[in-house]
């Protein structure tokens, strides 16, 4: 049996390779532990804001105003119960985030609905000799234009797609003839840039796949798993206060 059937794995995902590459101690939490650690409001803020960008997008008459405030609600029930110290910071990035997003992608017209009942475009890719599918779902699409296009939100505007990005969406595009794109948009500026060799990441991402199969068939016990790593508490992806807390109680220090 492999690895990642022992663990009652069914399938992966770019974000949760991507999370075994860069913090394996909060990867074993989530996936074996069954423990979910709270994010930082920066995560709501995006959530919030493909919100807000998608009601107006699909519906191009939609005001730029009610388009804020839609994601200003959904940010406020997300992060509720947040202890993040950026909660406030986050929040009144939302409307200039939405602003310069729909500003921008507007002008593809309005996307292509996803299939009737679901919420997104759903992709499913196997890759050689792993076990399980890699399972993605697609922000926007444009069969148009045959585009595919992710929308990120930064408060610093990105350079180029980050690795990690690149990785999440070659699976998006992986087998098709569509152009993956991601719009970065911070509250005063945005960019788009094109995902020119999916090939590349889709390979890098069969990698970590492969050594995280390894890993896991080294024991069938998740403690045991867990007593192998150790957690980096600088890292961002433990910047919310809850899953700190919950790293520490996991990890003993």
């Not at 959904?74 to 009144?92: I, Q, T, Y």
């Amino acid at each position: 049996m492999n690895g990642l059937t022992l663990h009652g794995l069914d399938h992966l995902s770019a974000t949760s390779l991507n999370l075994w590459a860069a913090e394996p101690a909060l990867w074993v939490i989530e996936k074996l532990l069954r423990r979910r650690a709270p994010v930082g409001c920066a995560a709501y803020r995006g959530i919030a804001v493909e919100h807000g960008v998608s009601l107006g997008l699909f519906d191009p008459d939609l005001n730029l105003a009610d388009c804020q405030a839609a994601a200003l609600a959904e940010f406020d029930r997300l992060a509720a119960l947040s202890a993040d110290p950026n909660r406030a910071k986050e929040r009144e990035s939302v409307p200039g985030l939405v602003e310069t997003a729909l500003a921008e992608l507007r002008q593809y017209g309005p996307p292509t609905p996803p299939p009737e009942g679901q919420r997104q475009h759903r992709v499913e890719v196997t890759l050689p000799d792993v076990p399980v599918p890699l399972i993605g779902y697609q922000d926007f699409v444009w069969d148009a234009h045959g585009i595919v296009l992710d929308l990120k939100t930064q408060l610093r505007l990105a350079g180029d797609i980050t690795p990690a990005h690149a990785r999440q969406g070659a699976v998006y595009v992986a087998g098709g003839n569509r152009q993956m794109r991601f719009c970065y948009a911070t509250p005063k500026k945005v960019a788009v840039y094109a995902l020119e060799d999916p090939r590349t990441p889709l390979l890098t991402l069969r990698h970590i796949a492969l050594r995280l199969e390894r890993f896991l068939h080294l024991s069938r016990d998740p403690h045991e798993l867990v007593g192998l790593l150790c957690p980096d508490f600088e890292s961002f992806w433990w910047s919310a206060p809850e899953a700190r807390a919950l790293g520490r109680d996991v990890y003993g220090f």
